[in-house]
Nanobody, 120 residues
């Protein structure tokens, strides 16, 4: 099973940018980003296809967040711009065996998460 490790989280101010990384131990296919706040389920953020040709974002982050990948490094990135306090959450990357889904249950391999906190 491919291991996923997120990094790059931290404390920033509203309007700042942050880039998260998700390093995989091997080849991955569709990669998704999700986020979760205490007491709530995991919220879909976006996904990227295996070759980067297809990306899709939740309305809440569209135009502010960008997902990219470097398959030579087995790494997927989440560039977050114009951050808002409501973006505060633990961010997770996840992978599945193919297909494009917004439901967390469609992803079978998850990282441990990285905390992003945006102060107002």
């Amino acid at each position: 099973q491919v291991q996923l490790v997120e990094s790059g989280g931290g404390l920033v101010q509203a309007g700042d940018s942050l880039r998260l990384s998700c390093a995989a131990s091997g080849r991955t296919f569709t990669m998704g980003w999700f986020r979760q706040v205490p007491g709530k389920g995991r919220e879909f953020v976006g996904y990227i296809s295996w070759n980067g040709g297809i990306t899709y974002y939740a309305d809440s982050v569209k135009g502010r967040f960008t997902i990219s990948r470097d398959n030579a490094k087995n790494t997927v990135y989440l560039q977050m711009n114009s951050l808002k306090p409501e973006d505060t959450a633990v961010y997770y990357c996840a992978t599945n065996r193919g297909g494009y889904y917004t439901e967390s249950g469609r992803y079978d391999n998850w990282g441990q998460g990285t905390q992003v906190t945006v102060s107002s």
